[in-house]
């Protein structure tokens, strides 16, 4: 077996782990041999994926508020449609498949979370007219400033912070891509596993066996404490969630479940508590928070806090690699000017779009935003200068924050970002004149571009990792993702703008079944009344998540890991430490260094698997709700006002959801002990 044979048939052993002084990471394709990537097939197929994916996540994430990922199920269907057509050197086309279809998730992120939030507020200002190119403008441009600013920093968190931070989706979609290479007995349990993940997830998801959450509410007195000291406790028990707690690692999983605690069982009781307190002094008062559950205290009043963390984990993670930012432009301004730099003896793994052509696109891409505001927002020159800024100031400080998240935890913070953007859009543009109808259409455009941007950065930086790990071409990735983009921008105006036709985002006589849409449903409160009033605008739980992040600082604990934990809703943060102890248990079940090894690679495949399958599965859930295909068997359901809803009282729903999520656990481990040492 020749030299390049044994390469392509698995990760190297330093693939996951940091590097030790002097050690250096040599890809499965090795840099100094040339391999198909770009292809009539792969781009096609690519393209494909990206329509397909556009669509089917921008009806779920409309329909139910879930946008699921696209860069594994795309992976999987890359890797089987080239075994199919019998490709030789499949992995470097796989990479391309998966890097251009995986454009339609992000757009979609981007999308859906801002601009629907247009024809919610449409209802109350008739003259907000939104339509397609609106849609389509704001994601495009938006996706392609995210790609642009993620360029020069892709060196530092793909190459420079190899081993040091997780990428936990990177490590899936990696491990996916490799099994076509591996085939054998590593793709049957890539098989076997996403069937397993898949079907467990579509039992609650789909049929509606069991619910999809566990919390202490079902056990004795947990209702009574969580109706007056509003302290609950939550567990999403999907294999999906989990899995990615298995591949993030004890540590991280450990910290961001730490920051949901502080949320849940600190603050909430905690602000509780003082309306009770002030209810007593008052000498018969009411307690405001009384009537309230503690996932609407934590809605109202803890979000914030996590939201002013995050905002400030992000600055001090721009201010902390502030020398990477400014090397990565200094390059690009030497390239402009006529130095060579480094540029032209870099190896082919290595090689970015020229850093002169990256500057000179986002001149172009500014220069694009500015006539899109001028004209598709209809604005005055100066409103248009002053948003544009808002645009690429917010955009760029905030790319690290994006990429940063999706390392540690494979989750993009990018509602939470999103929300100070539009607060921040509102306080600027109301400084420049823009208020009322005008400034909400403004600034949710602002927020559209600058949502696009940040949910590609965080997107992308999965697929550059990747195509580092495997030895692609992070220049050829570059120049295709626009085009990924640009038909996952069309693809993603084309349904909104139908849909918003056809189903409505309000409740009315003539949509009398909207969609939920509940992210742009937010942004809509939030912004209509900063532009009307101003108020409603909590600086100070702002911040005090900002002064948390500072303390964290300190104190040598990741700030972005544990805010993020403080944001994200508590039932999706606590699998995420179950996955962390097993990933531990098992590194620790043997004293064998190699056998440990094989079983924590086992576990990543198996988790890997999981996620897969969970997310195909996912994909056919999404498929049959479009097509009005109801699969729901109301166990254990009653039907309330035309809608199916769990009975209340009943206890089994949730405790056959936990019986079975010990099961998946148990299953997990038993089939990664099974691992043996390859010789």
Same mark, same amino acid.
């Given at each position: 077996?020749?030299?390049?044979?044994?390469?392509?048939?698995?990760?190297?052993?330093?693939?996951?782990?940091?590097?030790?002084? @002097?050690?250096?990471?040599?890809?499965?394709?090795?840099?100094?041999?040339?391999?198909?990537?770009?292809?009539?097939?792969?781009?096609?197929?690519?393209?494909?994926?990206?329509?397909?994916?556009?669509?089917?996540?921008?009806?779920?994430?409309?329909?139910?508020? %879930?946008?699921?990922?696209?860069?594994?199920?795309?992976?999987?269907?890359?890797?089987?449609?080239?075994?199919?057509?019998?490709?030789?050197?499949?992995?470097?086309?796989?990479?391309?498949?998966?890097?251009?279809?995986?454009?339609?998730?992000?757009?979609?992120?981007?999308?859906?979370?801002?601009?629907?939030?247009?024809?919610?507020?449409?209802?109350?200002?008739?003259?907000?007219?939104?339509?397609?190119?609106?849609?389509?403008?704001?994601?495009?441009?938006?996706?392609?400033?995210?790609?642009?600013?993620?360029?020069?920093?892709?060196?530092?968190?793909?190459?420079?912070?190899?081993?040091?931070?997780?990428?936990?989706?990177?490590?899936?979609?990696?491990?996916?891509?490799?099994?076509?290479?591996?085939?054998?007995?590593?793709?049957?349990?890539?098989?076997?596993?996403?069937?397993?993940?898949?079907?467990?997830?579509?039992?609650?998801?789909?049929?509606?066996?069991?619910?999809?959450?566990?919390?202490?509410?079902?056990?004795?007195?947990?209702?009574?404490?969580?109706?007056?000291?509003?302290?609950?406790?939550?567990?999403?028990?999907?294999?999906?969630?989990?899995?990615?707690?298995?591949?993030? @690692?004890?540590?991280?999983?450990?910290?961001?479940?730490?920051?949901?605690?502080?949320?849940?069982?600190?603050?909430?009781?905690?602000?509780?508590?003082?309306?009770?307190?002030?209810?007593?002094?008052?000498?018969?008062?009411?307690?405001?928070?009384?009537?309230?559950?503690?996932? %609407?205290?934590?809605?109202?009043?803890?979000?914030?806090?996590?939201?002013?963390?995050?905002?400030?984990?992000?600055?001090?993670?721009? $201010?902390?690699?502030?020398?990477?930012?400014?090397?990565?432009?200094?390059?690009?301004?030497?390239?402009?000017?006529?130095?060579?730099?480094?540029?032209?003896?870099?190896?082919?793994?290595?090689?970015?779009?020229?850093?002169?052509?990256?500057?000179?696109?986002?001149?172009?891409?500014?220069?694009?935003?500015?006539?899109?505001?001028?004209?598709?927002?209809?604005?005055?020159?100066?409103?248009?200068?002053?948003?544009?800024?808002?645009?690429?100031?917010?955009?760029?400080?905030?790319?690290?924050?994006?990429?940063? #998240?999706?390392?540690?935890?494979?989750?993009?913070?990018?509602?939470?970002?999103?929300?100070?953007?539009?607060?921040?859009?509102?306080?600027?543009?109301?400084?420049? @004149?823009?208020?009322?109808?005008?400034?909400?259409?403004?600034?949710?455009?602002?927020?559209?571009?600058?949502?696009?941007?940040?949910?590609?950065?965080?997107?992308?930086?999965?697929?550059?990792?990747?195509?580092?790990?495997?030895?692609?071409?992070?220049?050829?990735?570059?120049?295709?993702?626009?085009?990924?983009? $640009?038909?996952?921008?069309?693809?993603?105006?084309?349904?909104?703008?139908?849909?918003?036709?056809?189903?409505?985002?309000?409740?009315?006589?003539?949509?009398?079944?909207?969609?939920?849409?509940?992210?742009?449903? #937010?942004?809509? #409160?939030?912004?209509?009344?900063?532009?009307?009033?101003?108020?409603?605008?909590?600086?100070?739980?702002?911040?005090?998540?900002?002064?948390?992040?500072?303390?964290?600082?300190?104190?040598?604990?990741?700030?972005?890991?544990?805010?993020?934990?403080?944001?994200?809703?508590?039932?999706?943060?606590?699998?995420?430490?179950?996955?962390?102890?097993?990933?531990?248990?098992?590194?620790?079940?043997?004293?064998?260094?190699?056998?440990?090894?094989?079983?924590?690679?086992?576990?990543?495949?198996?988790?890997?698997?999981?996620?897969?399958?969970?997310?195909?599965?996912?994909?056919?859930?999404?498929?049959? $709700?479009?097509?009005?295909?109801?699969?729901?068997?109301?166990?254990?359901?009653?039907?309330?006002?035309?809608?199916?809803?769990?009975?209340?009282?009943?206890?089994?729903?949730?405790?056959?959801?936990?019986?079975?999520?010990?099961?998946?656990?148990?299953?997990?481990?038993?089939?990664?002990?099974?691992?043996?040492?390859?010789?």
């Amino acid at each position: 077996m020749s030299e390049h044979e044994q390469a392509t048939k698995s990760l190297p052993e330093n693939a996951y782990r940091e590097l030790k002084d @002097g050690e250096e990471y040599k890809p499965v394709m090795p840099a100094s041999r040339l391999f198909p990537e770009v292809t009539a097939w792969s781009v096609c197929i690519g393209l494909l994926m990206a329509v397909i994916f556009s669509a089917a996540a921008a009806y779920s994430g409309l329909k139910i508020g %879930q946008v699921f990922e696209a860069a594994i199920p795309i992976s999987i269907i890359a890797v089987g449609a080239s075994a199919a057509a019998r490709r030789n050197n499949a992995l470097g086309q796989n990479v391309i498949i998966q890097s251009i279809g995986a454009s339609s998730g992000v757009i979609v992120a981007g999308a859906i979370f801002t601009i629907p939030a247009l024809y919610i507020l449409q209802y109350k200002y008739p003259e907000i007219k939104p339509n397609f190119w609106q849609i389509f403008f704001s994601s495009l441009l938006g996706g392609c400033l995210g790609i642009l600013f993620l360029i020069p920093l892709r060196k530092y968190f793909v190459k420079d912070m190899h081993g040091k931070l997780p990428f936990p989706e990177a490590t899936a979609t990696t491990e996916i891509l490799m099994t076509g290479e591996k085939g054998g007995k590593q793709a049957q349990l890539l098989i076997v596993s996403g069937i397993i993940g898949g079907l467990y997830d579509f039992m609650f998801s789909s049929f509606r066996f069991w619910e999809e959450m566990f919390t202490s509410r079902i056990l004795p007195y947990g209702e009574a404490i969580a109706v007056k000291a509003k302290i609950v406790f939550k567990l999403n028990i999907s294999a999906l969630i989990f899995s990615f707690g298995y591949l993030i @690692g004890l540590r991280y999983a450990t910290i961001i479940t730490v920051g949901s605690l502080l949320s849940w069982f600190v603050f909430i009781p905690l602000i509780n508590e003082i309306g009770h307190i002030v209810a007593m002094a008052s000498q018969g008062g009411v307690n405001p928070f009384e009537a309230m559950s503690a996932e %609407q205290i934590f809605r109202a009043y803890v979000r914030p806090i996590g939201i002013g963390a995050i905002a400030m984990a992000g600055i001090i993670g721009i $201010l902390r690699s502030a020398k990477v930012i400014g090397g990565s432009f200094k390059l690009a301004f030497s390239g402009l000017s006529g130095g060579k730099g480094k540029e032209e003896n870099v190896e082919r793994t290595q090689k970015d779009i020229k850093m002169s052509y990256v500057l000179l696109l986002i001149l172009a891409s500014i220069a694009a935003i500015f006539v899109f505001l001028l004209i598709g927002v209809n604005i005055t020159p100066v409103q248009a200068g002053v948003a544009l800024l808002a645009v690429i100031v917010i955009s760029f400080l905030f790319t690290t924050v994006a990429a940063n #998240a999706i390392a540690i935890v494979g989750s993009n913070p990018v509602s939470g970002m999103t929300l100070m953007t539009l607060i921040l859009s509102s306080f600027i543009l109301s400084a420049a @004149g823009l208020s009322g109808w005008q400034g909400m259409v403004s600034a949710l455009i602002i927020g559209g571009i600058v949502c696009t941007a940040l949910s590609m950065a965080g997107g992308f930086v999965t697929d550059l990792k990747v195509g580092y790990w495997l030895g692609t071409s992070p220049y050829k990735q570059q120049r295709f993702k626009f085009l990924g983009t $640009l038909l996952s921008a069309a693809t993603v105006g084309l349904v909104i703008y139908v849909l918003g036709k056809a189903y409505g985002f309000v409740n009315t006589e003539a949509t009398p079944n909207p969609l939920v849409a509940p992210q742009a449903n #937010a942004m809509a #409160a939030v912004i209509e009344p900063l532009m009307l009033s101003g108020a409603n605008v909590y600086w100070i739980l702002y911040l005090v998540g900002a002064v948390i992040s500072v303390l964290l600082y300190f104190i040598g604990i990741p700030q972005l890991a544990f805010a993020l934990g403080m944001f994200i809703p508590q039932d999706l943060n606590t699998p995420l430490v179950v996955g962390g102890l097993l990933s531990y248990y098992i590194q620790k079940s043997t004293k064998d260094e190699k056998l440990s090894n094989a079983r924590l690679q086992r576990g990543t495949l198996i988790s890997s698997g999981f996620i897969a399958g969970a997310a195909l599965f996912g994909v056919i859930g999404a498929l049959l $709700l479009f097509f009005g295909v109801d699969i729901n068997m109301h166990c254990f359901q009653e039907l309330k006002e035309n809608v199916w809803v769990w009975k209340e009282g009943n206890i089994w729903p949730q405790l056959f959801a936990f019986i079975s999520f010990v099961v998946l656990l148990i299953y997990f481990v038993w089939d990664t002990m099974r691992a043996k040492v390859e010789k």
